[in-house]
Each structure stands twice: as structure tokens, then as C-alpha cells.
């Protein structure tokens, strides 16, 4: 089940001729390295531009968000076996 997080963090990436990728995120001082990219969309919530990235991290599940509107990334949530 996922567990909600909602935290800001740092994510490194890279710039191709697609857009951004993520390639890794800091959250609570750990670096994770992005392994895989599963999911990659864009939604709006009322006004604000989101683009949600679901990413797997040695066989674990991690939601990030970017709002493009503020240039921040939220960890959303977490997957976690139980």
C-alpha cells in the first residue's frame, strides 16, 4: 500500500530533447538513484501545473511531483509491502 509522504526534496536530473528526466532524489539525507522510470504525466490543479513521475528505486515505489508553477518537487508517496 502506498503511504503518504508529502515532503519536499532535492531531485538531479537531465535535460534531453524529451524534457527532464529525474535522475536522483534526497529525502530526509538519503540520495536515492532513480533506477526506472514507470510513470510520467502532467495534471492541473486548478490553475497550477503538476507533473507527477512514479519511479522505482531498488525494487521499491516512489511518487514524485514537480509543480512547474513554484520549481518544487514533493515526495507524494511511498510504496510499502504490508
Do not use: C
Not at 515532503?7 to 540520495?31: A, D, L
Not at 514507470?38 to 509543480?67: P, Q
Request: aromatic fraction near 16%.
Amino acid at each position: 500500500m502506498y503511504q503518504r509522504i508529502n515532503e519536499v526534496v532535492e531531485v538531479v536530473g537531465s535535460y534531453t530533447g524529451r524534457g527532464f528526466t529525474p535522475k536522483r532524489f534526497k529525502w530526509q539525507n538519503n540520495i536515492y538513484d532513480i533506477d526506472q522510470i514507470t510513470l510520467k504525466n502532467d495534471a492541473r490543479d486548478g490553475g497550477r501545473h503538476l507533473r507527477f513521475y512514479s519511479v522505482i528505486v531498488k525494487g521499491n515505489a516512489y511518487r514524485l511531483r514537480f509543480d512547474r508553477d513554484e520549481e518544487k518537487w514533493l515526495l507524494e508517496e511511498v510504496w510499502y509491502e504490508g
